[in-house]
């Protein structure tokens, strides 16, 4: 049974920071391409961030400077630092994992306000 589980979101002010994390079970981890994604009510769930296997990683433009993504294969974790965070980043952020099939978790919360 594959489980992502998310934690780490909560509320923070304008320029403050939040560390995500993702923690999975049931995958072989290491293989697994892994991303972040968000979603505000109403609109479409968004990309974020991307890292493949290899540790390569990309950014939606939004994001790129203030956030990283990162993965610890030994944990079978992967992480959003997300800094110098806006009040635009608010929203539900989702794990993805992908390889034949993909696989979601339940998302967490992040709200940036004063």
């Known amino acids: 049974q594959v489980q992502l589980v998310e934690s780490g979101g909560g509320l923070v002010q304008p320029g403050g920071s939040l560390r995500l994390s993702c923690a999975a079970s049931g995958i072989t981890f290491s293989s697994y391409f892994m991303s972040w994604f968000r979603q505000t009510p109403g609109k479409q769930r968004e990309w974020v961030t991307s890292i493949a296997s290899s540790g390569f990683t990309t950014y939606t433009d939004s994001v790129k400077g203030r956030f990283t993504i990162s993965r610890d294969n030994a944990k079978n974790t992967v992480a959003l630092q997300m800094n110098n965070l806006k009040p635009e980043d608010t929203a539900v952020y989702y794990c993805?994992?992908?390889?034949?099939?993909?696989?979601w978790g339940q998302g967490t919360q992040v709200t940036v306000s004063s």
């Open positions: 993805k994992a992908t390889l034949n099939l993909a696989y």
